[in-house]
Structure formats: structure tokens, C-alpha cells
């Protein structure tokens, strides 16, 4: 029976770290955040290889790290998969060796079979007796995988497992790793720079900044509802405003520049809060030329185009708001932007749909000065 | 030929050799493995017999031999003899004269060990112990048959700080090395050309076995 991890982490020096999260059995947490952001040293700390790090590492009732205990288990008992970036397969000894490395003591021959158990499970039957330099990439990537596991491990850990490999051996790896997911019942970690590959393979996303994890959150939930505007940064999202709530008879509204937008729930912030508000790009509607359709009359924004970048089958659309003095960043086919002649100095006229717009903090006072 | 210098020589190297080894081995891995203030003063400090003449060598390993100094009257104390002009003198001063050889290619083939890999054995379960003897070993033997290989061949043919310390006593401290100069002003050039044709054989079978492990290593490809 697996067990879920419980990470709690704190430390001054040398890195910085203020991280807390909880991982069930099967689940794929993913670590995001910018270089240098404390993602790997976070799972080094997990591991027991970064022994700075206080605080408390639990996978179920195992306590590898305890500091208010003086609990710290060195790597060899916390029994933890880990693939490193570079693999660090042992250069020596052939894949099966390196499987055979890393399984405790017990009968050869028993050892032996379940090696080859799981080489078969990461497809590289027939491959047993190379060395890792006689392996591609993708190869050597999954007697990593592979060596991780022969551990049995109650966690497995992958710190940026694809970063070295070409981005068609990359999707194809993604994809054998959602597969080969189905059959582990532990906790899993992944660390990645990637929010794309974060998506794709992760149960939630925990973003990581300086050492601290600053939102864990499934991806569709992250992204449509970030906590900060720090968060809505670091993820990429553009459209992050500041405006004031405020009541009126027909509902709570939020004053942005001239306009008053509709909200699609309560924001739960008092009359009169001065709040950052994002709205992601899916839910902003181009309005189409001569041809109104529903939902134009939602939270309808006018403005001129100072930007059009193509961008393979998308456009990206900056739009300068009349009635605000903003600018709006939205995403639309390049199709659609052809056909709606979307161009610079073009006038536009989109919706933000009330139920995207997610009010998030409110404004500090440095950013009510800066305001 | 001088067949009683001939087999001191090798007793000086394999006692010489059989010391360095293990202290190469936790020297040249602690350098390779830690960053710390003053390792660039330890690392001269090792290199230093490189530069300095075996004399100069010979003469300060010789004052702190005597029994006024310290290290002198320490082996006094335990075995109640001198360590100058002694065979005990002339290792003690082999070791110190070899040091960079027994320690610098231990500690370059430790350095080509990705930290990953200690990390990586850690994970896997193996005991820091175990770790050196299947990840480590494995991956630098060919330095350590180098630092082996030329403290041995290099405490065979030292000549000035073995002259300094030991002298030349028959059976006790009068090595090869210093039996040629000996044979030389004699004018006895029989005898100081075999000598020194096997001092020059087993040299060159010795530094050929070292360059042959060296291009070895590098096959080995860590990655």
C-alpha cells in the first residue's frame, strides 16, 4: 500500500527555501518556476542529498526529515527514485548493471529477472548488455527511469528528465512517462522549466519562486486562476489589471478605467478595494466584423491594435483600450485575425467573459503608490 | 653490478609505495571531493618537492631528523634509534619527496567523477563504502596504478634526498641511484652502465604501463 509524501521545508542558507506541499500515492506533482528558483534543491532536500534544509519530509508513517526531532536519514534509507537531469548512470556497468546496482541484497537470479522486468516495462529489451555511452539520449534517459525503480522506491523523483534530449525524442519520452505512470502507485515529483510539459504530465503544479512555493494548484485551475499577480507572471499570463469593486443595485461590479465589468462570481472583496483582476486569453472574445454573436454584449471593450504577431496558426493581439488606457493581450487564428483585418492601428472590439474574470489580491500599498 | 643496492632500492620503493597509497588515496579524494579555504595552499604545499631542489629537501628533512627536533626525537622515543643516515630515515624521506606523485593523479582521476554519480549511488542505496568500491574504484583505477606505478619508479631512481638523509651505507642506505655516482667516480663505467641501462628499462616499461593506462582512462568515457 503506497503512501502520500508530505513536504515542509524551510531554509536560510545557502538556498533559500520556504516550501510546503503534500503528494498522494499515483499523483504527479509537477515543480515549476524560473532557474534558480530552488526546484532542484527542493528535491534533493527530499532525497536527503541537500542537508541544509530543515524541516519535515514524511512518506506515510516514515519520517526521513525531522529537524524539531533531529531526525535526518541519510539517501541510502529514505528509499527514494530519483533521475537526475544528466542520468548519472554509472558509465562502467552495462543497463542491467545499473539496474542490479541499485537492488538490495536477495537471490541473483530473482534480482536478475525483475531487471529485466523493468527494462522490458521502459521497452529497451535487447539493449541489457550495452553501456550507457553505446545508448541515445532516450535510451539512456530510461535506464534512469528504469534504475529508479528498481529500487522499489516509495517515491519517484525526476529533476528535469527531458531538458537533454531533442524535442522529438521529448515528446515521445512525455508520452512513455504518462503511460508507464499508470502503473506506479507512488508519489511522483517532477521538476521542469517547461509549463507546457507541466501540464501535460502533472496532476497539479506547484510554482516555485526564490525557494518558496508560491501556489499548488491543478493546471486548469492554476492557470485560469492564479493566486498573485507574481504567480500570473511567472506562468506566463499576460492581462493581470487593477480596478476597484464596487455595488450596484444590479450586483457587485469592478471599475476599470470608464468601464464597469461584470463579475461571473463574488469576489468577496469589500465596496471600494482597489484589487489586481486577470482575465486569461481563452476568455476574451474577438468581436467579428458586421457579424454580432453571442456574448457581445458581455463586458464589451473597444480599442486600436498596436501589435500583430503570427505565430505559426495563432496571432497574438495587443489591443490598446480606449476606455482604460491598458492594453489587452489576446490570442485569435491567424485565420480569424486575416479575416477580421486585425493589424496595426485597426480597431477592435473584444468581451472579457464575466465568468473569466478572477479578481486576485488586493493592491498593497506600494502598488496603490505606484498606482 | 651492485645487486645489494639494487634490491634496497626496490625495499625503499615498496615500503614508499606501500605508505603513499592508502595516503594518496583519502588525500588526493578529499581534494578532488571538497571545496574549502586553503585548499590551494595544501594542493603547493603537496606540489612543492616538484619545484624544490631534492638538496634543499634533503637538508631540512635532515635538520628535523636529529634528535633536537621534534619528529627526530619522537622516533627516538619509540624505537631508541636515529632517523638520519637509517633506512627508516631514507623512507620517511621518500614519502615526503613523493607525496605529489602518490596524490596528484589520485586526485585528477577523482576529479573526472561526475558528483552525480556518488549522489546517484546514494540513492540507489549504496553505503558511502560501497559507493567507492563500485562507483569510484572502478572509475579511477587506471590513476591510481599511475600514482602507484610512479612513486615506485621514482623512489628507485631518487638520488639527492636519499644522499642527504641516509649517505651512502652499504646495505643500509647506498640505493642505486647513488651506487652509479658511486661507481662513476670510480671510473668503473662497467659497472655504472649496467646499472643504469636497468634504471632506464624499468623506467620506460614503468611510464609506457602509465601513458598506456592514461589513454585507457580517457576510453573509459565518463560521461
Known amino acids: 500500500m503506497s503512501a502520500s509524501l508530505t513536504v515542509q521545508l524551510r531554509a536560510r542558507a545557502p538556498i533559500p527555501l520556504q516550501t510546503s506541499f503534500q503528494v498522494a500515492p499515483r499523483e504527479v506533482l509537477a515543480l515549476v518556476g524560473p532557474s534558480g528558483s530552488g526546484k532542484t534543491t527542493v528535491l534533493r532536500a527530499i532525497a536527503g542529498l541537500h542537508r541544509q534544509a530543515r524541516g519535515l519530509v514524511r512518506c506515510g508513517n516514515l519520517t526521513w526529515l525531522d529537524s524539531s526531532r533531529r531526525i535526518h536519514m541519510p539517501p541510502q534509507q529514505r528509499r527514494v527514485g530519483m533521475v537526475f537531469q544528466d542520468y548519472a548512470l554509472f558509465p562502467h556497468l552495462t543497463a542491467l548493471d545499473n539496474l542490479l546496482l541499485a537492488m538490495e541484497s536477495g537471490p541473483i537470479q530473482g534480482r536478475r529477472e525483475r531487471a529485466h522486468q523493468l527494462l522490458a516495462r521502459v521497452r529497451l529489451d535487447g539493449l541489457e548488455q550495452r553501456f550507457p555511452r553505446e545508448l541515445s539520449g532516450g535510451q539512456q534517459q530510461r535506464v534512469a527511469v528504469a534504475r529508479a525503480l528498481a529500487r522499489d522506491p516509495n517515491v519517484l523523483l525526476l529533476d528535469e528528465p527531458f531538458s537533454a534530449v531533442d524535442m522529438m525524442t521529448r515528446e515521445r519520452l512525455q508520452r512513455e512517462l504518462a503511460l508507464l505512470r499508470q502503473q506506479i502507485e507512488i508519489p511522483m515529483i517532477l521538476v521542469t522549466h517547461d509549463l507546457q510539459e507541466a501540464t501535460a504530465l502533472g496532476d497539479r503544479i506547484c510554482v516555485l519562486h526564490e525557494g518558496t512555493s508560491l501556489q499548488t494548484e491543478t493546471p486548469e485551475r492554476l492557470f485560469r486562476h492564479p493566486s498573485t499577480p507574481h504567480v500570473a507572471r511567472l506562468l506566463g499570463r499576460h492581462n493581470v489589471f487593477t480596478g476597484t469593486i464596487i455595488r450596484r443595485p444590479e450586483g457587485e461590479r469592478l471599475a476599470w478605467g470608464e468601464l464597469e465589468l461584470e463579475l461571473g462570481r463574488p469576489s468577496g472583496m469589500p465596496q471600494g478595494a482597489r484589487v489586481h483582476w486577470y482575465v486569461p486569453d481563452s476568455d476574451i472574445l474577438l468581436h467579428r466584423r458586421g457579424r454580432p454573436s453571442r456574448g457581445e454584449r458581455e463586458n464589451p471593450v473597444h480599442g486600436t491594435v498596436t501589435e500583430c504577431v503570427v505565430l505559426g496558426a495563432q496571432t497574438s493581439v495587443t489591443l490598446h483600450c480606449h476606455a482604460t488606457t491598458a492594453n489587452i493581450r489576446l490570442s485569435v487564428s491567424t485565420h480569424a485575425a486575416r479575416r477580421n483585418g486585425l493589424e496595426p492601428g485597426a480597431e477592435a472590439r473584444v468581451s472579457l467573459l464575466s465568468s473569466g474574470i478572477h479578481v486576485m489580491t488586493p493592491l498593497s500599498e506600494a502598488d496603490t503608490a505606484r498606482d | ?223
Open chain 2, 1 to 223: 653490478m651492485d645487486w645489494t643496492a639494487f634490491r634496497l632500492s626496490l625495499e625503499l620503493a615498496g615500503w614508499t609505495t606501500a605508505i603513499l597509497l592508502p595516503i594518496g588515496i583519502i588525500v588526493g579524494r578529499w581534494l578532488a571531493t571538497h571545496r574549502f579555504r586553503g585548499r590551494g595552499f595544501i594542493e603547493a604545499f603537496i606540489a612543492l618537492p616538484l619545484v624544490l631542489p631534492p638538496t634543499v629537501l634533503g637538508y631540512y628533512l635532515l635538520v628535523s631528523f636529529s634528535t633536537d627536533m621534534p619528529v627526530g626525537q619522537l622516533w627516538h622515543a619509540l624505537t631508541g634509534e636515529g632517523l638520519n643516515f637509517s633506512f627508516a630515515g631514507i623512507v620517511l624521506a621518500s614519502v615526503v619527496f613523493n607525496l605529489p606523485f602518490a596524490i596528484q593523479p589520485v586526485q585528477r582521476a577523482f576529479e573526472t567523477v561526475p558528483g552525480h554519480l556518488r549522489e546517484a549511488a546514494w540513492c540507489s542505496g549504496l553505503s558511502p563504502w560501497r559507493t567507492f568500491l563500485r562507483v569510484e574504484v572502478p572509475l579511477v583505477w587506471p590513476g591510481l596504478i599511475s600514482a602507484f606505478v610512479l612513486t615506485f619508479v621514482h623512489t628507485i631512481g631518487e638520488f639527492g634526498v636519499v644522499l642527504m638523509v641516509g649517505g651512502a651505507i652499504d646495505g643500509e642506505t647506498k640505493t642505486v641511484a647513488i651506487a652509479i655516482y658511486d661507481r662513476v667516480q670510480a671510473f668503473d663505467d662497467e659497472a655504472a652502465g649496467a646499472m643504469s641501462l636497468l634504471l632506464l628499462v624499468v623506467s620506460f616499461m614503468a611510464i609506457g604501463l602509465v601513458y598506456g593506462l592514461a589513454g585507457r582512462g580517457r576510453s573509459v568515457g565518463v560521461r
